[in-house]
């Protein structure tokens, strides 16, 4: 009795700590109050989102402290991806015109001048600009590259819908230019450094790695679909690249994925689950390649990404240690002081949830040594074998896990305001809303946690029975193609070759020269890609009954463009 009254005493006194709530009823008030959340922060006619040109996303109306009144490639990409998944699963068609009109407003900014370049110049890697849609030019870690792979991973999800539903001329025509583009960017740049989601450090970054990773294949396919078939091989061996490298981020040795190559953190971060969330494929059942989310290693990652919380926050203090804590971006987060989030904490639910559904798919449950001290959470005594759907051990451990991802969501909620608007972050000490209010990405982490926990599945992108090369190719860095014409006389059985300083051009080796054509003579030609930016010097020779001709000095020399292509028009010195 008295402890009820204490209660409704901090209820009347607004304490912005709510009752604590199951996740069942948690997501029935919160859900509706997320998606409208998630809606008013979107022009032209959001609630909470005035100025915001048609179709942009702000990140938050919050304008001080911090001012987000901006828009972030990334948040809308992840909130138009919800949105699309809402409309081309059938739940709500309604918000057809939101699509079109965030196609619009995306198809705009690609072309926007801005810090980071021009379209063409490595501009759609900006990662924020003004909710007008003009180019933000402040201080900014800059370039983000996982944008345009969120981008066109969104788009490509409206696209297939297109195509199913008849609609392949908008398709091919009017979206596919606006998506090839961010497929292009990807496939060229995926292997130079870039500033993590975090936007704090410049290096590799496992969620970049792994969306550019999944955009690249469904991007391929989505081609294929519609013919467009002229970049696809390129899309397909750098997708392998990626995959490749995306290996290189786990670390066998302490069970976890590293989530980024420099910092000089511990790389324990919630980059890790996004990551693993955001390319789900529930076709790929437990694929370890991919991190799906009940694969080994994600499940193994999961543990260490969520025990590192649970000396860092006050308020987890006397949770035991196979229950759920509050989590938030990385343990040595000192952004606000460092603090639990609620998107970090939906993800940990999301991707236990995105586990349920798969291993009810696939039929079974694997335990392997690497899985293993994340399963012994929840039944101390489990051994490394398959357990069938029909065994006790399943039962027992997929109960167990739902009800510690429930565990998450109602963490959540214990600190979710009684008006349901859900800020950035919580308090650690405290559990009061923190830094931005009304983050349209929280409210999309709640629609997607949500989703997952009612059954829903999103679309397959292509992740299933993908595996990684042996060995990685690196990645040549971006490229332009550069056609060599030289006039030159020959006598029969005499032929021309070009050779030079970069790989491309045999470092000079005569023997191994790359032969020109003489479709149109005496004009010889090639063309070969070369390293933009790149001073390049070459010769030709010629190659006559094993005798080989140099040209004369000095060699030539000329510099690579930035991008496009380059053609040299010589006569035979
Ligand atoms: C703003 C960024 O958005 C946030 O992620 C970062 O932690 C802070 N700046 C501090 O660098
Ligand atoms: C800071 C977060 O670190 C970053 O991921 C996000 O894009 C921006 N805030 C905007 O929400």
């Given at each position: 009795m008295r402890i009820l009254c204490l209660a409704s005493v901090f209820g009347l006194l607004g304490s912005a700590v709510s009752q604590p709530a199951s996740a069942d009823a948690?997501?029935?008030?919160?859900?509706?109050?997320?998606?409208?959340?998630?809606?008013?922060?979107i022009g032209p006619s959001g609630a909470k989102s005035s100025g915001a040109k048609s179709?942009?996303?702000?990140?938050?109306?919050?304008?001080?402290?911090?001012?987000y009144l901006f828009t972030w490639v990334r948040d809308s990409s992840l909130v138009f991806k919800v949105i699309t998944d809402q409309f081309t699963l059938g739940q709500d068609t309604s918000l057809r015109s939101q699509i079109d009109n965030f196609f619009t407003a995306e198809a705009a900014l690609q072309q926007v001048s801005n810090p980071s370049g021009l379209v063409t110049t490595g501009g759609l890697a900006e990662p924020k600009?003004?909710?007008?849609?003009?180019?933000?030019?402040?201080?900014?870690?800059?370039?983000?590259?996982?944008?345009?792979?969120?981008?066109?991973?969104?788009?490509i999800t409206y696209a297939n819908w297109l195509l199913s539903n008849g609609n392949s001329t908008f398709v091919t025509n009017t979206l596919?230019?606006?998506?090839?583009?961010?497929?292009?960017?990807?496939?060229?740049?995926?292997?130079?450094?870039?500033?993590?989601?975090?936007?704090?450090?410049?290096?590799?970054?496992?969620?970049?790695?792994?969306?550019?990773?999944r955009a690249l294949r469904e991007g391929s396919a989505l081609a294929t679909r519609i013919g467009q078939t002229a970049s696809v091989g390129t899309y397909d061996s750098q997708a392998a690249n990626i995959l490749c490298f995306l290996q290189t981020y786990w670390n066998p040795t302490t069970g976890y994925i590293t989530a980024n190559t420099g910092g000089g953190r511990s790389g324990k971060d919630s980059n890790t689950v996004l990551a693993s969330i955001h390319t789900w494929d529930i076709n790929a059942g437990c694929d370890a390649t991919t991190f799906q989310p009940c694969s080994d290693k994600a499940l193994s990652n999961l543990k260490v990404y969520v025990d590192s919380f649970r000396s860092v926050y006050?308020?987890?203090?006397?949770?035991?240690?196979?229950?759920?804590?509050?989590?938030?971006?990385?343990?040595?987060?000192?952004y606000f002081n460092g603090?639990?989030?609620?998107l970090s904490t939906f993800a940990v639910a999301e991707q236990l949830y995105d586990g349920l559904l798969t291993w009810q798919s696939v039929g079974s449950i694997q335990v392997t040594t690497t899985s293993l001290a994340f399963f012994r959470q929840f039944s101390p005594s489990i051994a490394t074998g398959t357990y069938t759907s029909t065994s006790p051990q399943y039962t027992q451990l997929t109960s167990a896990i739902k009800t510690f991802a429930d565990g998450f969501v109602e963490i959540a909620a214990k600190y979710t305001p009684s008006n349901g608007g859900i800020a950035e972050q919580y308090d650690k000490s405290t559990g009061a809303p923190l830094s931005a209010a009304d983050l349209t990405w929280s409210y999309a982490s709640v629609l997607t946690a949500g989703a997952s926990r009612a059954g829903i599945k999103p679309a397959s992108w292509g992740a299933s029975g993908l595996t990684a090369p042996a060995k990685c190719v690196p990645n040549p860095g971006p490229q332009v193609?550069?056609?060599?014409?030289?006039?030159?006389?020959?006598q029969f059985g005499e032929n021309i070759?070009?050779?030079?300083?970069?790989?491309?051009?045999?470092?000079?080796?005569?023997?191994?020269?790359?032969?020109?054509?003489?479709?149109?003579?005496?004009?010889?030609?090639?063309?070969?890609?070369?390293?933009?930016?790149?001073?390049?010097?070459?010769k030709y020779i010629r190659k006559f009954n094993g005798q080989v001709t140099w040209e004369s000095d000095p060699n030539n020399s000329f510099n690579t463009p930035a991008t496009g292509g380059f053609t040299l028009n010589d006569s035979w010195r």
């Open positions: 948690y997501f029935s008030t919160e859900l509706p109050v997320a998606k409208a959340g998630l809606l008013a922060n179709g942009i996303v702000i990140a938050s109306p919050n304008t001080v402290n911090p001012n600009f003004n909710i007008d849609g003009t180019a933000f030019t402040g201080p900014w870690g800059r370039p983000q590259r996982d944008g345009p792979a969120l981008r066109s991973t969104a788009l596919w230019p606006v998506i090839k583009l961010d497929l292009d960017y990807v496939s060229t740049y995926w292997n130079q450094s870039t500033f993590d989601l975090w936007e704090e450090i410049n290096s590799s970054s496992f969620f970049t790695t792994a969306v550019q990773h006050p308020i987890n203090s006397g949770i035991n240690a196979a229950s759920a804590v509050a989590v938030g971006r990385y343990p040595e987060d000192v603090n639990p989030w609620y193609s550069v056609t060599f014409n030289v006039q030159a006389t020959t070759f070009v050779v030079g300083s970069v790989d491309v051009l045999q470092n000079w080796s005569p023997d191994t020269a790359l032969p020109l054509s003489a479709t149109n003579y005496p004009t010889w030609s090639l063309t070969v890609n070369l390293p933009a930016n790149t001073n390049i010097q070459y």
